[in-house]
């Protein structure tokens, strides 16, 4: 508890991600990380794998960007270190332990920003129809660029839209159907790709598109997908990864999400 304390009053936080709770999100997903390592295993082969694969014919390896970095436990900072010189790691709050490291090293470098560029306005939304209209407004500007020899995605294209989700129910006082909700979860991820795709570099993403639910007998009672289109992206591979076996999130049910992983050059 106090060591949880400590790291939470200790990492250098922006007000925007004190305010969306995402230094609470960071630990707890640290925490998780402990628990459920071994059940995580073949998902963080799968990642790092395909980074190997993706690294391996890379007219050159200078730099690398990782976007939604977190804890990197899907390719962690040495296996960056191993093939690129400069690393940039973008996310809306970082670790305290990449803190420390990138004071200690000017080849590391932290980007703090929020890269659907919609929480600042989350506020100012009232209904689902202004959420529309900023996301249209999203459409015509540059979320993020960045340029490297490899620009990675890591699983967070479905967090995207959860808090814009969140604002505009709180705001109208219910719950969006599930169709409102897969329209705007497929215009944050396009939108993310987008932007990706516009980066300059390879690009290699870990997409979270599937979450699936299972009860004590293993038999699915739950599964939630929206439509993304990956146009332009060569798919590699799929894989389930078990985010909270049974008795982590809950006694009564599991939790895997489909994992799908694309490359584009
Ligand atoms: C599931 S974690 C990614 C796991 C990570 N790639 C790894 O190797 O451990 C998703 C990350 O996306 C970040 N994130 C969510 N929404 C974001 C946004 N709008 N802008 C930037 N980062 C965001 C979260 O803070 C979180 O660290």
Same mark, same amino acid.
């Given at each position: 508890?106090?060591?949880?304390?400590?790291?939470?009053?200790?990492?250098?936080?922006?007000?925007?991600?004190?305010?969306?709770?995402?230094?609470?999100?960071?630990?707890?997903?640290?925490?998780?990380?402990?628990?459920?390592?071994?059940?995580?295993?073949? +998902?963080?082969?799968?990642?790092?794998?395909?980074?190997?694969?993706?690294?391996? *014919?890379?007219?050159?390896?200078?730099?690398?960007?990782?976007?939604?970095?977190?804890?990197?436990?899907?390719?962690?900072?040495?296996?960056?270190?191993?093939?690129?010189?400069?690393?940039?790691?973008?996310?809306?709050?970082?670790?305290?332990?990449?803190?420390?490291?990138?004071?200690?090293?000017?080849?590391?470098?932290?980007?703090?920003?929020?890269?659907?560029?919609?929480?600042?306005?989350?506020?100012?939304?009232?209904?689902?129809?202004?959420? +529309?209209?900023?996301?249209?407004?999203?459409?015509?500007?540059?979320?993020?660029?960045?340029?490297?020899?490899?620009?990675?995605?890591?699983?967070?294209?479905?967090?995207?839209?959860?808090?814009?989700?969140?604002?505009?129910?709180?705001?109208?006082?219910?719950?969006?159907?599930?169709?409102?909700?897969?329209?705007?979860?497929?215009?944050?991820?396009?939108?993310?790709?987008?932007?990706?795709?516009?980066?300059?570099?390879?690009?290699?993403?870990?997409?979270?598109?599937?979450?699936?639910?299972? *009860?004590?007998?293993?038999?699915?009672?739950?599964?939630?997908?929206?439509?993304?289109?990956?146009?332009?992206?060569?798919?590699?591979?799929?894989?389930?990864?078990?985010?909270?076996?049974?008795?982590?999130?809950?006694?009564?049910?599991?939790?895997?999400?489909?994992?799908?992983?694309?490359?584009? *050059?």
């Amino acid at each position: 508890m106090i060591r949880e304390a400590l790291v939470f009053l200790l990492t250098p936080t922006t007000p925007l991600a004190k305010k969306y709770g995402f230094l609470y999100s960071s630990i707890a997903l640290q925490h998780r990380f402990e628990r459920c390592k071994k059940a995580w295993l073949p +998902h963080l082969k799968n990642c790092q794998d395909l980074f190997l694969e993706t690294v391996q *014919d890379l007219p050159r390896k200078k730099s690398v960007v990782v976007l939604g970095s977190a804890h990197l436990h899907e390719i962690p900072l040495h296996l960056l270190s191993e093939h690129f010189e400069d690393i940039t790691l973008v996310d809306v709050v970082h670790p305290l332990k990449h803190h420390r490291l990138a004071k200690r090293n000017s080849h590391l470098k932290l980007v703090t920003e929020d890269l659907s560029k919609s929480l600042e306005k989350l506020d100012k939304i009232n209904n689902l129809e202004e959420l +529309h209209q900023l996301l249209q407004q999203l459409q015509d500007q540059n979320l993020f660029y960045f340029e490297a020899d490899l620009v990675i995605s890591g699983n967070l294209l479905s967090q995207l839209a959860l808090l814009p989700i969140e604002a505009v129910e709180r705001k109208i006082k219910r719950s969006l159907s599930l169709e409102e909700k897969d329209q705007i979860c497929t215009a944050f991820a396009e939108l993310h790709l987008k932007n990706l795709k516009n980066c300059k570099g390879r690009k290699l993403v870990y997409a979270d598109r599937k979450v699936i639910y299972r *009860d004590t007998k293993g038999e699915v009672i739950y599964t939630g997908e929206y439509p993304v289109s990956f146009e332009g992206f060569t798919k590699l591979k799929e894989w389930i990864w078990q985010l909270a076996p049974l008795k982590e999130a809950s006694k009564d049910y599991s939790i895997e999400m489909k994992i799908e992983a694309y490359k584009k *050059d």
